[in-house]
């Protein structure tokens, strides 16, 4: 079965304090993505990572691909109020496109 | 704003009513994927149409279908509403191109369906 996991689901996080959510997923993928949405809305995009040890940075946030240990991170780098959401993970094996559960990030003062 | 529209936000049916939720891609998109997203979970494929064909279909029944239309624009229909079915839908468009592997999706705002 398709299978795409996040650690944690909950993640409570003081500013500028450091992160990483791990996503696994049990199929091969030649693609990974990381969104991120807010509550009541739709998903936003923030990387998509294609090979191997690639690695993309946006702000605060850097993302990590391992495809032989199936295994993407999402680092959170001195974290700030504003990154407060819900982060998922996904990848696209063949025709289909299946998410992770999301990790639901709350930053607190 | 990623230039996805979706119609209508907001939709109230009844079980066993019939739905038809609309998306209009982003200009130069021939690519688009329908999702279930319930209440606390991550999106659900339902299914994927390139150049107006089904060409991808997550677990769902086939009271879900759906039609993409030449100009890229795409309907979700759903028949025999349950419950269950009450979650907000989202399209995604993209630009699908052979031989090309990055292809990255682009959200529309969603539409909230509850049924009642």
């Known amino acids: 079965e398709l299978k795409v996991e996040q650690n944690p689901l909950f993640l409570s996080m003081q500013e500028g304090k450091n992160y990483t959510i791990y996503c696994n997923y049990s199929?091969?993928?030649?693609?990974l993505y990381w969104y991120r949405q807010d509550p009541g809305k739709s998903l936003e995009s923030l990387f998509v990572?294609?090979?191997?040890?690639a690695v993309k940075q946006e702000g605060r946030l850097m993302a990590s691909l391992d495809t032989k240990a199936r295994l993407s991170t999402l680092h959170i780098t001195a974290a700030v109020h504003d990154l407060s959401a819900t982060y998922f993970c996904?990848?696209?094996?063949?025709?289909?496109?299946?998410f992770g559960p999301g990790t639901s990030l709350s930053v607190i003062p | 704003e990623t230039g996805v529209t979706q119609s209508p936000t907001h939709l109230i049916k009844t079980r066993g009513q019939q739905v038809t939720l609309r998306c209009s891609s982003q200009?130069?998109?021939?690519?688009v994927s329908w999702y279930q997203q319930a209440l606390g979970q991550g999106p659900q494929f339902i299914f994927q149409?390139?150049?107006?064909?089904?060409?991808g279909r997550g677990n769902f029944p086939p009271r879900f279908s759906g039609l993409q239309f030449p100009n890229y624009s795409s309907e979700l229909n759903v028949n025999a509403l349950e419950l269950d079915d009450s979650a907000l839908y989202l399209c995604?468009?993209?630009?699908?191109?052979?031989?090309?592997?990055?292809?990255?999706?682009?959200f529309g705002p969603g539409t909230r369906l509850t049924v009642t």
């Open positions: 199929t091969t993928s030649d693609r």
């Open positions: 995604a468009s993209g630009e699908n191109r052979v031989g090309y592997s990055s292809y990255e999706q682009y």
């Open positions: 996904a990848v696209m094996p063949y025709d289909k496109v299946i």
């Open positions: 200009s130069g998109h021939n690519t």
């Open positions: 149409y390139y150049r107006e064909e089904e060409n």
């Open positions: 990572l294609l090979s191997n040890g």
